[in-house]
């Protein structure tokens, strides 16, 4: 989900809805990248290259990290190819007004009133608890941008918001929240929504993992509106906050990540790694460069503490990233808005070069399923709406009806969702309807479910009804 500190406008999907285009990415080439090293040090803090490895597909570098020092991606070598396998009769027979139902929106199940709240709904993540039960965070406000009132913005982005749709008049003193929902009974039926937090700023995106002993962590980020070189203390910052009672209370005061950036954001969610730390993208602007860049954080103390251990940058945007470890240990993550793709073999540290495959892509969310296909659930800019792509070998083949966009989850909407894994191998998928930009557009904002497979053939998906339907 973006943050909104830059211009942005919208193009079409033939179906009568906007999907985001924004300013100056719509042409850009698509090219491999050849990072450069970078080393980021606090006073005193020292360093030591360790050793130059070689494997058969890049050539990497390891470093001894120092106190205070973080290496970004190192690898000067060639990017290893990506390709797209275009498959024929891969899209579901059963279309998507067969199978979605609405989980939160106009005249269903919408949250109680409260200052700020106009309608909107959005930027929402499911996830299914050991114990069966079934969450769905989201965050509430009155625009897609819910910043708090008196707005803070500057000129010109109050013009533009404007002219997009941006409502007048509003009153929002601590702007959106970040709410959930909740099914005991796999999704048939839905607790009303009850609040997360509610931060003196917009609270963006709740996204959560549950951690072996029943920990809840949630991600998310505070977006105050302000244009962050203008106003550092005001810049938008990556949190954490906690539930240790299955997501019915939650810490109340968040955990600022140590952010590298001059503003930042995610996506989220936190990931759980195979020797049990957990790993969370972020991405930001650096205070001396106008691309947005990634950033990777690890806990090892169920997020009580973050550490900072590489950043991935590019000569374009690296935003708005999926991020799943493979079977064998590997890292995967892509990013918004060209689709790149890297790998880490040594637990985030050092990454392999950039590499796209042609297809452009919005909030890219990675899942690995229980036979090792790696799902990518995005919004396409190639067709626009919510579709999916997979791989069945850790995401150096892609699996698409064509080589500019994926198979259609729900081609009629705005093309932001996530998913999490059921007990019959099926996947959940929660999604917003549009963009919330126009006016009115926001006050009639909804959440949608669904599920799909991948067929076990790899031929392509199903859908199937959500529950309750």
Not at 49 to 61: A, K
Not at 109 to 138: E, K, S
Request: with cysteine; hydrophobic share 35%; charged share 20%.
């Amino acid at each position: 989900m973006r943050r909104h500190s830059e211009k942005f406008g919208f193009g079409c999907n033939g179906l009568g809805l906007p999907w985001p285009c924004f300013a100056g990415h719509a042409h850009r080439s698509r090219r491999a990248w050849h990072p450069k090293i970078r080393l980021w040090q606090t006073s005193r803090a020292m360093h030591q290259v360790l050793s130059l490895t070689n494997t058969t597909r890049q050539l990497g570098m390891t470093l001894l990290l120092g106190a205070g020092v973080v290496a970004s991606v190192l690898s000067q070598a060639v990017a290893a190819p990506v390709v797209v396998k275009v498959v024929a009769g891969g899209e579901s027979k059963a279309s998507y007004a067969e199978c979605r139902r609405m989980l939160v929106g106009p005249g269903v199940n919408q949250p109680d009133p409260h200052p700020g709240y106009a309608g909107f709904v959005g930027w929402q993540y499911p996830i299914r608890l050991h114990d069966g039960t079934m969450l769905v965070g989201f965050s509430t406000g009155y625009w897609h941008a819910s910043p708090p009132t008196p707005l803070v913005l500057d000129a010109k982005t109050r013009e533009h918001w404007t002219k997009i749709g941006f409502p007048a008049n509003v009153q929002a003193p601590t702007g959106g929240r970040a709410m959930l929902i909740r099914s005991t009974d796999g999704g048939r039926s839905w607790s009303k929504p009850q609040t997360i937090l509610d931060t003196p700023w917009d609270d963006r995106s709740p996204a959560f993992l549950e951690l072996p002993d029943d920990t809840i962590l949630c991600s998310f980020f505070m977006y105050s509106g302000a244009n962050f070189r203008e106003h550092p203390e005001l810049a938008e910052r990556t949190c954490i906050v906690r539930s240790f009672d299955g997501g019915r209370t939650w810490e109340q005061k968040p955990r600022k990540l140590p952010s590298p950036f001059a503003g930042d954001a995610t996506d989220g969610p936190p990931i759980l790694l195979n020797d049990g730390s957990v790993m969370l993208a972020v991405y930001g602007t650096p205070r001396n460069a106008d691309n947005e860049q990634q950033a990777l954080f690890r806990t090892t103390d169920r997020g009580e503490s973050w550490q900072l251990l590489s950043t991935i940058k590019a000569d374009h945007e690296l935003s708005e990233s999926g991020l799943a470890q493979l079977p064998s240990g590997r890292l995967v993550m892509i990013f918004r808005p060209e689709g790149d793709i890297t790998w880490s073999d040594d637990g985030g540290r050092t990454w392999s070069p950039l590499a796209t495959f042609g297809m452009r892509m919005f909030e890219p969310s990675l899942m690995v399923l229980p036979d090792g296909t790696l799902l990518c659930l995005h919004g396409s800019y190639g067709a626009g709406g919510f579709r999916a792509i997979f791989s069945t070998d850790g995401g150096r083949t892609w699996i698409a009806p064509d080589k500019r966009h994926g198979f259609a989850v729900d081609p009629s909407v705005y093309g932001y969702g996530r998913g999490t894994l059921l007990p019959d191998g099926s996947i959940f998928v929660a999604y917003i309807h549009t963009g919330g930009h126009a006016t009115k557009d926001a006050q009639r904002q909804a959440i949608w479910g669904m599920r799909l497979r991948v067929r076990p053939d790899h031929s392509g998906i199903d859908l199937l009804p959500a529950p309750g339907r």
